[in-house]
């Protein structure tokens, strides 16, 4: 049985973000499942090169821009195995509300959980780009795995979320606004978090 959580987190300016949580609480799980192991995700068009690739001399070298990495579309990391007695957290993320959602470029959400020091407890996750813009909402429609079972996340933990996007003029990512989920405000029906 999965309870299903609805949560609505309001920022203190004007900008809002909509989340659903689903709550995977798993009594006894009838076989084992294996981790599958972790491939990097590949941008639409794009193959995977299963060969050994040689270097090249006269390649790409340090510092040009050949050997860069393309900007992959979101680091979402897949659920976690299942373990007997642990709860696994999935939050998908609807919509966020600005007033200026129209003129955000390239906007994104970077999720992270941090304990009570500031520390990762989980690898910190970046949405694919948004799904849409339109009048003061950008829609994303994204699901993020919490790479940590509920029950040991550790005592003050917190879920961030950082809305960024690209700024043109001065060529960087901006956080524009980001607001935060205690574990206490992780239970069934609506929230508000400010």
């Given at each position: ?33 294996q981790p ?46 299942s373990e007997p007695g ?109």
């Amino acid at each position: 049985m999965s309870p299903f959580l609805k949560i609505y987190v309001f920022f203190l300016f004007s900008p809002f973000l909509v989340l659903d949580n689903l709550l995977t609480f798993n009594k006894e799980f009838p076989f084992d499942v294996q981790p599958v192991p972790l491939r990097r995700i590949l941008a639409p068009g794009e193959e995977e090169n299963l060969e050994v690739e040689e270097e090249e001399e006269g390649g790409a070298g340090v510092g040009s821009p050949d050997s860069f990495p393309a900007r992959v579309p979101g680091t979402l990391l897949p659920r976690l195995p299942s373990e007997p007695g642990m709860t696994l957290l999935t939050i998908r993320i609807e919509k966020i509300g600005l007033k200026d959602a129209g003129q955000c470029i390239d906007p994104y959400m970077t999720v992270s959980v941090k304990d009570i020091n500031g520390i990762d407890l989980t690898p910190v996750q970046d949405t694919p780009m948004a799904s849409r813009k339109e009048d003061t909402y950008v829609h994303f429609n994204i699901e993020i795995e919490i790479q940590k079972h509920v029950e040991k996340l550790t005592k003050g933990a917190a879920i961030f979320f950082e809305f960024k996007h690209y700024k043109p003029k001065k060529r960087f990512t901006s956080t524009k606004c980001f607001a935060f989920m205690e574990m206490d405000e992780i239970k069934s029906g609506q929230i508000v978090i400010e």
